[in-house]
């Protein structure tokens, strides 16, 4: 998450992130060898004090067996498909990734809503095999770089890809881009 502000998802990581290693049994040391994620930032993510990129959330929710959105879901909405939390900030105002829900899949599958103002970029790290995007672009052109290959996509295309290699998003553009993502694991 970048440019995280305290009244978005942030806050909600932080004390899911110990409800959810507490009642797995893990220590923030065992959770950190599990994971892959420093126990450092462990304890800066549960103290409220640290950013961290959406693919590391995914390992540490992997490492604890809960889905990506019982990390963000605020805890005190009712459990349902809808989640609709920020959960990126780019420097922009005009950039940001609302995750709106989520339902089952073999492991989960979300829909997201993203804007990137002019210029803004935002790069991925590499998900776990198996794990695959959709995104349709509703406003402007999306520049997808899939491997280092650039292919921009103006409104109303659509792109499908998997993401257990490099991928980032930009706008090429002057004017904002909005986009769904759904992603797939």
């Known amino acids: 998450m970048h440019s995280q502000e305290r009244s978005d998802v942030l806050a909600h990581v932080s004390g899911n992130l110990r409800r959810l290693r507490q009642a797995a049994g893990l220590s923030q040391a065992a959770l950190a060898e599990a994971s892959g994620i420093s126990r450092r ?12 990129s959406l693919s590391s959330l995914d390992k540490l929710a992997a490492a604890m067996g809960v889905g990506f959105v019982d990390l963000v879901r605020d805890p005190a909405r009712a459990p349902s ?22 339902a089952p899949a073999t492991v989960e599958a979300q829909m997201w809503l993203w804007s990137l103002g002019p210029g803004e970029h935002y790069e991925a790290e590499p998900d776990p095999e198996g794990w695959h995007e959709m995104v349709f672009v509703t406003e402007g052109t999306l520049r ?3 491997s280092g ?6 409104a109303g295309s659509f792109a499908v890809y998997r993401t257990d290699r490099s991928y980032a998003y930009a706008n090429p553009g002057d004017t904002p881009v909005r986009f769904v993502r759904n992603v797939i694991a």
């Open 41 to 52: 930032m462990i304890v800066a993510l549960e103290g409220g004090d640290a950013n961290i």
């Open 81 to 102: 498909a809808e989640i609709n939390e920020v959960t990126w900030r780019g420097k922009h105002a005009e950039s940001t990734a609302v995750l709106l829900g989520s």
């Open 144 to 146: 997808l770089t899939l």
């Open 149 to 154: 290959v650039a292919k921009d996509h103006p």
